[in-house]
């Protein structure tokens, strides 16, 4: 009976200190809008000869918003840190790309990756980063740029890397193969 108590007890203490440590990542999406310079080595004549990007600042909090980001009002101020995508990303990482602050919370974005297409006159940059918040867990993200070299589009997306109900499902598993353990050990 006492080995059993323990083992009760020993379980909500995992069960409590799992539930302090849960991670409030950000979901959701936020897109901006702004104005930009293409920028490289020569005169940039066209987009296809740019290899970096000049911001205009400020840019500003445009449609969509939604999840963590829902409650940012349109046309928040957002500020960016210019950078080259060719032929490397530089400064790599670039940190932060942006950044904005809105009811007490500072949001930015780390950019990692940057890959480059072309597409109906218009440069399309795509990458993955690190979104990051106050009071939120540092959460792997996605983005994506499109211009035509004076005005742009800008979309940042949250991705997960462990879902909530699978998190759920991985203690879940974790109980049951204790609670074999623990029948094994008591027949055995």
Do not use: C, H
């Not at 991670?23 to 940039?44: E, M, S």
């Not at 007490?104 to 974005?109: A, I, R």
């Not at 996605?142 to 940042?156: E, H, R, V």
Request: glycine share 12%.
């Amino acid at each position: 009976m006492r080995k059993q108590l323990i083992a009760l007890l020993a379980g909500a203490a995992v069960m409590l200190v799992t539930t302090a440590a849960m991670a409030v990542p950000i979901t959701g999406t936020i897109n901006f809008a702004g104005g930009l310079k293409l920028t490289g080595p020569a005169a940039v004549d066209t987009i296809a000869n740019a290899t970096g990007i000049d911001f205009i600042d400020p840019a500003f909090v445009s449609y969509g918003a939604e999840g963590t980001y829902a409650g940012i009002p349109l046309n928040t101020q957002v500020f960016f840190q210019d950078f080259d995508f060719a032929p490397i990303l530089n400064p790599t990482p670039v940190s932060p790309l942006w950044t904005l602050t809105s009811g007490g919370t500072t949001f930015d974005f780390l950019l990692n990756t940057v890959a480059t297409s072309y597409a109906d006159n218009s440069l399309i940059l795509n990458g993955t980063g690190i979104l990051r918040g106050t009071d939120f867990d540092d959460t792997l993200g996605s983005w994506s740029l499109t211009t035509q070299g004076s005005s742009s589009i800008l979309s940042f997306s949250a991705t997960s890397t462990v879902p909530e109900p699978g998190t759920m499902l991985l203690l879940g598993a974790g109980f049951l193969g204790l609670a074999i353990y623990g029948k094994r050990r008591k027949n055995a």
